[in-house]
C-alpha cells in the first residue's frame, strides 16, 4: 500500500499531457495542443514499479433516423464525462477532439519521482526533439509543483 500512496498526485510531460493518479486507483489523463484537446478516464494499478493504465470509456447514445425514418441507435465515445442521447443532424461534423483523440499511455515505469513511457518493452529515455523548437526535452512525466 505504501507504494501506491507514493504515485499518487498529479505528472505532467513537456508535450501538453497530464495524468492526475487518484487514491481509490483511477486516473485521468488530460492532452491539450492548440485547439484540441483530449481526455481518458479509467483505473490504474501497480505492479513493482510499473504503472498499467486501463482505459473505462464513457459513451454516449447517438440516434439517427434513415431516409425511411427508422430510427437506431449506436455507441460513440463521449466528447465530455457525462452519458448523453444525441440525436443526429445531416450537418454534424465529427469533433476532432475529445475521449481518447490522443489515447493515455498504456504503461509507466515510476523511478525517482519520475513516470517514463514504456514502449515495447523498453524506457522511452532520450531526449525528443520538437518540431516548433530544436531544444530537446525529457520525454517522462514528473509531478506537477501545483494541482
Same mark, same amino acid.
Given at each position: 500500500?505504501?507504494? &501506491?500512496?507514493?504515485? #499518487?498526485?498529479?505528472?505532467?510531460?513537456?508535450?501538453?499531457?497530464?495524468?492526475?493518479?487518484?487514491?481509490?486507483?483511477?486516473?485521468?489523463?488530460? $492532452?491539450?495542443a492548440?485547439?484540441?484537446?483530449? $481526455?481518458?478516464?479509467?483505473? $490504474?494499478?501497480?505492479?513493482?514499479?510499473?504503472?498499467?493504465?486501463?482505459? /473505462?470509456? #464513457?459513451?454516449?447514445?447517438?440516434?439517427?433516423?434513415?431516409?425511411?425514418?427508422? /430510427?437506431?441507435?449506436?455507441? /460513440?465515445?463521449?466528447?465530455?464525462? &457525462?452519458?448523453?442521447?444525441?440525436?443526429?443532424?445531416?450537418?454534424?461534423?465529427?469533433?476532432?477532439?475529445?475521449?481518447?483523440?490522443?489515447?493515455?499511455?498504456?504503461?509507466?515505469? !515510476?523511478?525517482?519521482?519520475?513516470? !517514463?513511457? #514504456?514502449?515495447?518493452?523498453?524506457?522511452?529515455?532520450?531526449?525528443?526533439?520538437?518540431? $516548433?523548437?530544436?531544444r530537446?526535452?525529457?520525454p !517522462?512525466? #514528473?509531478?506537477?509543483?501545483?494541482?
Amino acid at each position: 500500500m505504501f507504494a &501506491q500512496t507514493k504515485i #499518487v498526485g498529479h505528472y505532467h510531460d513537456y508535450f501538453s499531457s497530464n495524468i492526475y493518479f487518484n487514491a481509490d486507483s483511477t486516473f485521468k489523463y488530460t $492532452w491539450n495542443a492548440d485547439m484540441l484537446s483530449s $481526455w481518458t478516464k479509467g483505473t $490504474w494499478s501497480l505492479h513493482n514499479d510499473t504503472i498499467f493504465l486501463k482505459m /473505462i470509456p #464513457v459513451y454516449d447514445t447517438l440516434r439517427s433516423a434513415d431516409k425511411n425514418e427508422i /430510427i437506431s441507435d449506436r455507441l /460513440i465515445l463521449s466528447e465530455d464525462e &457525462q452519458p448523453d442521447l444525441l440525436i443526429q443532424k445531416t450537418s454534424d461534423l465529427p469533433n476532432p477532439s475529445g475521449q481518447n483523440f490522443e489515447p493515455a499511455p498504456d504503461k509507466l515505469f !515510476y523511478r525517482k519521482g519520475k513516470l !517514463y513511457l #514504456v514502449k515495447n518493452g523498453d524506457l522511452l529515455k532520450p531526449k525528443i526533439r520538437m518540431f $516548433w523548437t530544436k531544444r530537446k526535452l525529457p520525454p !517522462y512525466y #514528473v509531478r506537477a509543483l501545483v494541482d
